[in-house]
């Protein structure tokens, strides 16, 4: 599969949305089992509501199955105000469009979250603007 391939699949503009749809097609082209999921949240006092897309492919080996995670915009979702310096150069070291299992996933998400925290402290922060 080449980027000529999602360009292919949409026409004129299109935002992360679409471009997680066409791609999420694509794969589907290709003979994937593939959805794009939505996780919503509900406002919590100062902590506002919100949702997340990401694609979530069912990756078929060896007759196992595994649930790989796409997420083409994964970058921004750690980036963080008044970030300390050895923050800015993990998160400059995280990849734009991250692809691994869900497994990994869970566990990366456990280390960004421990060097957000850390970030927060180093700035006497106790909640994130």
Not at 82 to 94: E, G, M
């Amino acid at each position: 599969m080449a980027e000529t391939d999602l360009h292919s699949m949409k026409s004129g503009s299109c935002n992360a949305s679409c471009t997680r749809y066409s791609l999420a097609k694509l794969l589907r082209l290709f003979g994937y089992d593939v959805v794009v999921c939505v996780s919503r949240w509900q406002s919590s006092g100062k902590v506002p509501g919100g949702d997340h897309q990401y694609i979530d492919v069912l990756n078929y080996s060896n007759g196992n199955s595994e649930h790989m995670i796409i997420d083409i915009n994964f970058r921004s979702h750690f980036e963080i105000a008044k970030a300390v310096d050895s923050y800015d150069r993990i998160l400059n070291s995280l990849p734009v469009v991250y692809v691994c299992s869900l497994t990994r996933f869970k566990q990366f998400l456990q280390l960004m979250v421990e060097a957000v925290r850390s970030s927060l402290e180093q700035n006497l922060m106790l909640f994130p603007p």
